[in-house]
C-alpha cells in the first residue's frame, strides 16, 4: 500500500493553480445531461431499454470509448457520455433524399458541423450532381458498378486513399484492407496517425509492444495512477469509476495536466448513492501539476532524477535502495546512461521548461516512491505533441525504475480513443505492414499483396495539396474535417480529386468537401441489427487492453435501405476487382463467422479459436509480451531511451511573442461530433468560440475578457493560416499556453506540425499569435455568426 505522504494527507494539493468552481464531475447534472440528450433526441423510451443492452455480453458495445468493461458489469454498465453517443446514433430524425433536394453542397458547407450532423441518420446512398451542385438519390448496384468502374479505370492505383476511423469493427477493417491490397495499395490513413500513433511507433522501441500492458484488473490491484495529459472525466468517463474506487482505498491519483480538469480535480460518481449526496463529490487528484504545454518530457525527467538521486543516497548510506535493481539488471538496458542524464539535470531548465516548481516534481516523484505498485496513463496531451515519442518513453522510463511493468497492479496505460482503433490496426490497417503479416495474408487468399508502404495521415494530406491523389474512401471518420491544414487540404481536394466515396452514418463536412464524382454510402450503426441472408450477425472490437468481445444490435436499422460497413465494402470489391479473383466477397459478408475464420487463419496464434471465444462473457485478452516480461525489442530487454538534447521541447517561454494552443475536445462532444455547444466542465456554455487565457497574459497583451479575436499559425513554410472570431476567457492555464476547441482550430494546424518519429499531427501544441480583431472583421464575423 502507499504510504501516507504529506501531499495525499493534507487531501488535495494542487500545484500552480487556484480551486477550481464547486460542482464536481459526474453528480446529478451528469445524470440530467443523459435525460436532456436522449430527449433531444426523441429517444426517452427505446434509449432507456436499450441502455441495458449496452456493454453486455449478449448486447452492444458503446459506440464511444475504447475503455475496457468490467467481465461482470453493473446493472446499468454506461456513462453519461456513452449515453449520449447512443442517442445520437439512435435518433429519429432522418436525412432523407428530399433533405438533399432542398439544400446544395454549396449551402451545406456555410452550415455548423453541429447543423449537419444534428440533422439525423442519412437513409438513402446518394450520389453527387456537378449539374445541380445537390446529392441525388441512386440504388446501391448502380454506385458499386460506378465506384467500380472509376477504380478500374485509375492508371495508378497508388493516387487512391482508403481511409479507416477507429469505429470501424475488425470485420470491418479486415475485409477493407483486404480489398485495398488485392486493389494493390498500402495506402491506409487511419484516424490513430492522429491520435496514438506515437504510443504505436514509440512503446515498442522501449518495451516491445504497442498496446497497454494493463487490465482493468491491475487498476483494482494498483496504489498510485499517473495520468498524464488525458481528460478522463470526458474521453473516458467509465475510468473515472476505476479512479474513484482507488481514491476510496486510500490509493492516489496524481495528474500533470496544463488545465485543470474538473472531473480529475473532484468528481461525484453516479453510480455511488454515498456521493451523489455530498455536494462536492470525492477528491480524486491528490496532486494535480499543471504542467507547461510539452513540459512533460522536463517534469518526468526531474521525477526521475529526484528518485535515482534518492537512490543514490540510500546506497551510499546502506539503506534499502529505492530503484528496483534486481527488474533493472534482469530485464532491461540503458539505466546507467539514462541515470547520468537526470543527475546532470539542471534544477533551473527542468523548471523552465515544465513549468513546474522542484517542490512540485518532488512531492509527485515521493508518491511513486512510496506506492509499491503505479500505473501510468496518458492521451492526446502527450502523443499528440511534436516530440511525442520522447514523452511516451520517458513515462516508461519512469515505471522501469521501480519495476513497475508485468506485476500485478502495475503497467503502462495508453488511454485509446476510437472504440475499436486498436482492433482495426492488430487486423491490418496499417500504412507499414510486416512482411510476416503480409506473406500469411497472401498465403490465406492466395493473393500477391503489394510490399511498398504506403500512406499515413500526414502524407495523404500532402499527397492531396501535391496532386498525388485521385480518390478518396473512407470507412466511417469525418477525414475533412479531423485532418490539420484542413482549408488548404479542402480546396485542393475540391478542385483535383476524381472520386470520393464515404461510407457513414450521419451526414458531416467530408460530404461536402467532395470530388467530381462523390458518393454517400449509409451504413448501419453499432446498436442496430445486422442481418445478412437471414442471420443476425455480431462484430467484435479490440478494447485498449487487448480484450477481444463481440458486439449485436439492438434495434430496427435507421433505414430499410442501409447496408453494413461489410456488405458495402464487399459491393465495392466485386465491382472492382477482377471476377476471377479467389475472394468470394459474397459469401464471405453473409456471414461474418467466415470473416473471423480467416482473420484467424492470417493470425492463428493470437486470435486462436477466434469464434469460439468470441462468444464467452467478457471476450478474450490477446496476448501482450511485455505484461508476461518477455521483451520483444533490439536488445532483448527493455529499454531505458531519451532523446539527446531532452529539454529542447519546442516549448516558448511565457515571454516569447507567440504561444503553444491545445486544441482539444469538450464535454458535449465525440470528435468531430457536436453533441451541444456546452462544456459544462470547463463552465463554457452557449459557444465553442472561445480561447482559454491566463489573466496575466490577455494584460500583457492588452486584452480584455470578450474581446473577439484572430489566432494566426507561426510556421516556417510562409503559407499564412488563419482563424478567427474567438472570445477572450481568462483560464487557469500556464503562461504562454492557451486552449481552444478542435475542429473549430484545424486550419491553423501545419502537416508538418507533428511527432517526428511517428508523423501524428501535433494538434496540442500548436504556434500561434493572437491578435484583437479589428471592427471590419469583428462586424463580417458577427454577421456571419448571425446567418449562421
Ligand atoms: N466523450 C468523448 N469521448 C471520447 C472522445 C470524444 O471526443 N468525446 N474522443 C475519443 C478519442 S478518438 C480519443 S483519442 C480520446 C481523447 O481523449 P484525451 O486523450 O483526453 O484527449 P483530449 O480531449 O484532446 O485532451 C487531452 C488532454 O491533454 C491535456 N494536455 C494538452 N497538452 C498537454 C501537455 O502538454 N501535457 C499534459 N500533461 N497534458 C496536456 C489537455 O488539457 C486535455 O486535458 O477520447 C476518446 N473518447
Ligand atoms: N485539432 C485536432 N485535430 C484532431 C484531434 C485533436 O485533438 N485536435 N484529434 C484527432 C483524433 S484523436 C482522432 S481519433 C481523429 C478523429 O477522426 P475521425 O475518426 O475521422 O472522426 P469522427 O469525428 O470520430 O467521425 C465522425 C463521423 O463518423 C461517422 N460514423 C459514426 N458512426 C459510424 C459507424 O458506425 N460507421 C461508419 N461508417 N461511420 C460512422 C459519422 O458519419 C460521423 O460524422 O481526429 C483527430 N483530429
Ligand atoms: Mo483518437
Same mark, same amino acid.
Given at each position: 500500500m502507499v504510504k501516507k505522504h504529506t501531499a495525499h494527507q493534507s487531501n488535495a494539493q494542487v500545484y500552480g493553480s487556484q480551486d477550481a468552481g464547486t460542482s464536481p464531475g459526474g453528480g446529478w447534472l451528469a445524470l440530467k445531461a443523459v435525460e436532456e440528450h436522449m430527449f433531444r433526441q426523441q429517444v426517452p423510451f427505446t434509449g432507456n431499454r436499450l441502455m441495458l443492452a449496452m456493454n453486455k455480453h449478449t448486447g452492444f458495445k458503446c459506440p464511444s470509448c475504447a475503455w475496457p468493461d468490467p467481465v461482470?458489469? @453493473? #446493472?446499468a454498465e454506461f456513462c453519461e457520455n456513452g449515453a449520449k453517443a447512443v442517442a445520437w446514433e439512435t435518433t429519429r430524425k432522418r436525412v432523407r433524399p428530399e433533405f438533399f433536394e432542398r439544400h446544395t453542397v454549396t449551402e451545406l458547407s456555410s452550415w455548423s458541423d453541429h447543423e449537419l450532423e444534428s440533422q439525423g441518420r442519412l437513409t438513402h446512398p446518394m450520389r453527387y450532381n456537378a449539374d445541380t451542385d445537390k446529392y441525388e438519390a441512386v440504388d446501391w448496384e448502380t454506385a458499386f458498378r460506378e465506384i467500380g468502374e472509376s477504380l478500374k479505370s485509375q492508371?495508378?492505383?497508388?493516387r487512391v486513399q482508403l481511409y479507416t476511423s477507429g469505429h470501424a469493427p475488425n470485420e470491418s477493417a479486415f475485409m477493407f484492407q483486404l480489398f485495398g491490397r488485392m486493389y494493390g495499395i498500402n495506402n491506409f490513413p487511419d484516424c490513430s496517425n492522429m491520435c496514438h500513433e506515437t504510443t504505436t511507433v514509440s512503446l515498442p522501441e522501449s *518495451?516491445?509492444?504497442?498496446?497497454?500492458?494493463?487490465? *482493468?484488473d491491475d487498476f483494482d490491484h494498483t496504489d498510485a495512477v499517473f495520468i498524464f495529459?488525458?481528460? =478522463?472525466?470526458?474521453?473516458?468517463?467509465? #475510468?473515472m469509476g476505476n479512479l474513484h474506487e482507488l481514491v476510496g482505498r486510500g490509493g492516489a491519483v496524481v495528474t500533470f495536466n496544463p488545465l485543470r480538469e474538473k472531473a480529475l480535480v473532484r468528481f461525484a460518481n453516479p453510480q455511488s448513492p454515498m456521493d451523489m449526496l455530498k455536494p462536492s463529490g470525492t477528491t480524486i487528484s491528490s496532486q494535480y501539476h499543471q504542467v507547461r504545454i510539452g513540459g512533460d518530457i522536463a517534469a518526468i525527467q526531474g521525477m526521475c532524477k529526484v528518485i535515482i538521486e534518492a537512490d543514490d543516497r540510500a546506497q551510499a548510506r546502506g539503506?534499502?535502495?529505492?530503484?528496483?535493481h534486481e527488474f533493472i539488471e534482469a530485464h532491461t538496458h540503458g539505466l546507467e546512461v539514462f541515470a547520468d542524464h537526470c543527475r546532470a539535470l539542471d534544477w533551473e531548465r527542468i523548471k523552465r521548461h515544465s513549468g513546474l516548481t522542484r517542490e512540485a516534481i518532488e512531492a509527485a516523484a515521493e508518491v511513486y516512491m512510496t506506492a509499491e505498485r503505479v500505473i501510468c496513463c496518458w492521451g492526446m496531451g502527450i =502523443?499528440?505533441? =511534436?516530440?511525442g515519442g520522447d514523452g511516451v518513453q520517458q513515462i516508461v522510463n519512469l515505471l522501469l525504475l521501480r519495476g513497475n511493468?508485468?506485476?500485478?497492479?502495475?503497467g503502462a496505460c495508453p488511454?485509446?480513443?476510437? $472504440?475499436n482503433v486498436q482492433g482495426d490496426r492488430t487486423v491490418g490497417i496499417y500504412q507499414k505492414p510486416t512482411e510476416a503479416f503480409l506473406s500469411q495474408l497472401d498465403k490465406v487468399f492466395d493473393i500477391e499483396s503489394p510490399r511498398r508502404h504506403g500512406d499515413d495521415v500526414a502524407a495523404c494530406c500532402e499527397s492531396i495539396l501535391a496532386g498525388g491523389v485521385d480518390t478518396f474512401i473512407g470507412l466511417g471518420g469525418n477525414f475533412f474535417r479531423a485532418i490539420p491544414d484542413i482549408d488548404r487540404v479542402a480546396e485542393k481536394t475540391l478542385n483535383t480529386l476524381k472520386m470520393t466515396v464515404q461510407i457513414s452514418t450521419k451526414l458531416n463536412r467530408s460530404h461536402l468537401i467532395h470530388g467530381k464524382k462523390a458518393f454517400i454510402l449509409p451504413c448501419l450503426a453499432r446498436t442496430e441489427k445486422d442481418i445478412q441472408a437471414g442471420i443476425l450477425q455480431t462484430v467484435t472490437l479490440e478494447d485498449g487492453m487487448s480484450n477481444v468481445n463481440g458486439s449485436t444490435g439492438q434495434i430496427d436499422p435507421a433505414s430499410p435501405y442501409l447496408k453494413s460497413e461489410v456488405a458495402i465494402i464487399a459491393g465495392m470489391a466485386r465491382a472492382t476487382?477482377?471476377?476471377?479473383?479467389?475472394? &468470394?466477397w459474397e459469401w464471405l459478408s453473409e456471414d461474418y463467422a467466415r470473416i473471423r475464420d480467416r482473420i484467424e487463419a492470417v493470425f492463428p496464434d493470437m486470435f486462436k479459436n477466434y469464434n469460439d471465444r468470441v462468444g464467452e462473457p467478457g471476450g478474450f485478452h490477446l496476448y501482450n509480451a511485455a505484461r508476461e516480461r518477455v521483451w520483444e525489442t533490439d536488445s532483448g530487454r527493455a529499454n531505458f531511451l531519451f532523446p539527446?538534447? =531532452? *529539454?529542447?521541447?519546442?516549448m516558448t517561454s511565457?515571454?516569447? &511573442?507567440?504561444f503553444q494552443l491545445i486544441t482539444t475536445r469538450g464535454h458535449d462532444q465525440f470528435n468531430t461530433t457536436?453533441?451541444?455547444? &456546452?462544456d459544462r466542465y470547463r463552465d463554457v456554455?452557449?459557444?465553442?468560440m472561445v480561447v482559454m487565457m491566463n489573466p496575466a497574459d490577455i494584460e500583457r497583451l492588452g486584452l480584455e475578457e470578450g474581446n473577439l479575436i484572430e489566432f494566426r499559425a507561426v510556421a516556417e513554410d510562409g503559407i499564412e493560416r488563419h482563424v478567427s472570431g474567438f472570445r477572450i476567457m481568462p483560464y487557469d492555464v500556464p503562461q504562454g499556453c492557451a486552449a481552444a476547441y478542435y475542429p473549430e482550430t484545424?486550419? *491553423?494546424?501545419?502537416? @508538418?506540425?507533428? &511527432?517526428?518519429? $511517428?508523423?501524428?499531427?501535433a494538434a496540442k501544441s500548436v504556434p500561434v499569435t493572437i491578435h484583437l480583431m479589428d471592427t471590419e472583421q469583428v462586424q463580417q464575423q458577427t454577421g456571419m455568426l448571425a446567418t449562421a
Open positions: 461482470r458489469p @453493473a #446493472m492508371e495508378d492505383p497508388w *518495451l516491445g509492444v504497442g498496446k497497454a500492458t494493463t487490465t *482493468l495529459g488525458q481528460n =478522463t472525466g470526458t474521453n473516458s468517463p467509465r #475510468m539503506e534499502k535502495r529505492v530503484l528496483d =502523443t499528440q505533441q =511534436t516530440h511493468i508485468g506485476r500485478r497492479g502495475t488511454v485509446r480513443g476510437h $472504440s476487382l477482377p471476377p476471377h479473383t479467389k475472394v &468470394d539527446g538534447d =531532452t *529539454l529542447d521541447t519546442g511565457p515571454k516569447a &511573442d507567440y457536436v453533441y451541444s455547444l &456546452d456554455y452557449g459557444t465553442r484545424n486550419g *491553423l494546424i501545419p502537416i @508538418a506540425n507533428r &511527432d517526428e518519429r $511517428s508523423h501524428t499531427i
